[in-house]
């Protein structure tokens, strides 16, 4: 039923979105070479559902470079595969080619959205690319909601732990949550769901919630193999949009990669198999 759902509100509502989450993934990892291309996957969906949905071009794409300076970057028109309705999807793609050793961030300000709550949402989205060497992975994209990272944003192995802090216009926010979830590398149709002792959709398990501290700081723990997204929502004011004023949201998205055991690689069905 859920699935159906989805399928008659897209129908009958074409300018409205579901909620959603803008991912900015590599696969099959977030490492790269000096020299050698690399190409990073955006587009719009539900991580922890492996639902994928069109997504608008954003505003602004751009490179963080180790050594601070930004580089706009080029979007290129990416089909990725929705299995929930078995058609294709908008998104797209960004080719790298890192000409020096350090930590890089791809930085991402989407377009404004209007869900169908009535509600303008703008997605801020960080990946962190790290080349050879550990520099300037406390580096910022600069936007108005920010994660910091505490801990080196790469390198995590299974069941690690992730400790960060979340500014909002350059001050740490007083209050809020972040929310974790795993991309799943596979779409999860309603019997693949995990169910509570009721039979019920045991939501909490697919999404993780924190509360941050007086300071902004969080600790999250990242326990399997994959991809996983950090978010976190403010409340920013109204906006005039579509002949109407709205509330605004901002979207923080920061995701982290983590290793797992040789067998345990994830296999994202929605992307291509990189050569």
Known sequence: MFFIFLFIFFILNPYLSF???????????????????????????EPAFGLIYDLKPPEKVFLLSPNGTFNKLTLL?????????????IGYKIKIIPKI???????????????????????????????????????????????????????????????????????????GTVEAERFSPVFLRL???????????????????????????????LEEPGWWVLTVKVKNGKKFYANNIYPVELIHHFWIYVFGYKKEIPIYEYFPIPK
């Not at 028109?77 to 999807?89: M, P, S, V, W």
């Open 19 to 45: 909620a959603y989450e803008v991912f900015s993934i590599s696969v099959p990892d977030n490492y790269g070479l000096t020299g050698k291309e690399k190409v990073f996957y955006i587009g719009a969906g």
């Open 101 to 175: 050793k350090g930590d890089y961030y791809i930085c991402i300000e989407s377009d404004y959205t209007l869900t169908r709550d009535g509600i303008l949402n703008k997605f801020l989205v960080k990946t962190p690319f790290h080349v050879g060497i550990e520099k300037g992975w406390d580096n910022s994209c600069g936007f108005d909601l920010e994660i910091k990272p505490y801990t080196r944003p790469y390198g995590f192995r299974k069941n690690g732990i992730f400790w960060g802090q979340v500014f909002y216009k350059n001050k740490p926010l007083e209050n």
């Open 191 to 221: 019997e693949d769901l995990p169910k509570d002792s009721y039979g019920e959709i045991n939501y909490p398990y697919l999404k993780k919630t924190v509360k941050i501290t007086k300071n902004g700081f969080f600790i999250m723990s």
């Open 77 to 89: 028109r990416e089909e990725f595969i929705d299995k929930a309705l078995n058609t294709k999807r």
